[in-house]
T-cell receptor, first 114, second 112 residues
Framework: DAEITQSPRHKITETGRQVTLACHQT?????MFWYRQDLGHGLRLIHY???????NKGEVSDGYSVSRSNTEDLPLTLESAASSQTSVYFC?????????????FGEGSRLTVL | QQQVKQSPQSLIVQKGGISIINCAYE??????FPWYQQFPGKGPALLIA?????SEKKEGRFTISFNKSAKQFSLHIMDSQPGDSATYFC???????????FGGGTRLMVKP
């Protein structure tokens, strides 16, 4: 079965360190997204990609970067982790040609920045 | 700026009762309004969705009511069950692409 997987599921790091969260999907979806989930803020879009070599900033992109070198993967990098980036991060994908707009989410990566 | 406002933030309902979650949006260009359900430790998953050309959509115990003129939509869970306990997110889609803007979420607890 097609799926979307995130790794690591849990990560503790220190302020100032670089962190990369991996996202891999096997649906062959063109669209991929990174969201962060914080209490009271719901899901906020960090970055998104509509295809290989395409990346776009979302609502809360400062301090984050992504790259899309193939269809399956969209890694999220925190260049210099800050305590404000402690959150649960969700990767999602969707079929850009579909009409329903359904997003398929991974199970999340919980990041703690000390 | 939150374009989709969701209320309440948390909700406790007795088993068999009706759970109601409300959302309001600002952008009249939104063309698709899904609800996502998230269980603890899991990612959100699509529950039910509606387009602005209909006023209501029902799937089993779940109903979306949509008021285009008021720019509001709501999720009703009839005969709520403990297994419905989860966090619910409303969302709205803008173009281009399938980019969703989510509400703040509602944590629902259904007591036995």
């Amino acid at each position: 079965d097609a799926e979307i997987t995130q790794s690591p599921r849990h990560k503790i790091t220190e302020t100032g360190r670089q962190v990369t969260l991996a996202c891999h999907q096997t649906w062959n979806h063109n669209n991929m997204f990174w969201y962060r989930q914080d209490l009271g803020h719901g899901l906020r879009l960090i970055h998104y990609s509509y295809g290989v070599q395409d990346t776009n900033k979302g609502e809360v992109s400062d301090g984050y970067s992504v790259s899309r070198s193939n269809t399956e993967d969209l890694p999220l990098t925190l260049e210099s982790a800050a305590s404000s980036q402690t959150s649960v991060y969700f990767c999602a994908s969707s079929d850009g040609t579909g009409n329903t707009g359904e997003l398929f989410f991974g199970e999340g990566s919980r990041l703690t920045v000390l | 700026q939150q374009q989709v406002k969701q209320s309440p933030q948390s909700l406790i309902v007795q088993k068999g009762g009706i759970s109601i979650i409300n959302c309001a949006y600002e952008n009249t260009a939104f063309d698709y309004f899904p609800w996502y359900q998230q269980f603890p430790g899991k990612g959100p998953a699509l529950l039910i969705a509606i387009r602005p050309d209909v006023s209501e959509k029902k799937e089993g115990r779940f109903t979306i009511s949509f008021n285009k003129s008021a720019k509001q939509f709501s999720l009703h869970i009839m005969d709520s069950q403990p297994g419905d306990s989860a966090t619910y997110f409303c969302a709205a889609r803008g173009r281009p692409g399938n980019m969703l803007t989510f509400g703040g979420g509602t944590r629902l607890m259904v007591k036995p």
